[in-house]
């Protein structure tokens, strides 16, 4: 065979991820490049679990930073609270993130925002799993749509 099929048997998915400006040089790439959208999804979803108390732990931490204001021996104070001053760095630097990369200003909004990573990405595996068992030869809207959506999330 002379190795291309002519345009008219040829799967429309292709094109029409380039056309989102996805490029490369084997068709199998396509599916190494969604499995690394899929994992970052992924991993920032496991990123923002992890900053879910932060809100608590900072507004928490009220009575350790004004004791540590009164204190006359702050070294000795710190080294005594040494683990709740961690928490609070901690605490502080994980909100700082959220409001710099994502607006987020509270517990709600950060619990919103993983929700509807959640629910995104879980839709988008749906529709691949219908789209594969109905045998259509076009991606779903809701597909191409989520990818966009995807991409804006993670730049």
Known sequence: PSGKLP??????????IKALGYNWEDPR???DIFEKKLLEVDDNIFKLEKMKNCF???RNSYNLISEYKKSTDKSAYKKAHYSEFKAYDMA???INYLKKN????????L????????EDR????KDLVSYSN????KIPEEVLKYVEQLQELIR
């Open 7 to 16: 345009k008219k048997f040829q799967r429309p998915e292709l094109d029409q």
């Open 29 to 31: 790439d396509v599916v």
């Open 56 to 58: 608590s732990v900072y």
């Open 92 to 94: 502080k630097k994980d």
């Open 102 to 109: 994502h607006s987020i200003l509270n517990d709600f909004e």
């Open 111 to 118: 619990e919103s925002f993983i929700n509807s990573l959640k």
């Open 122 to 125: 879980d839709n988008l595996y």
């Open 134 to 137: 109905n045998g259509e030869n």
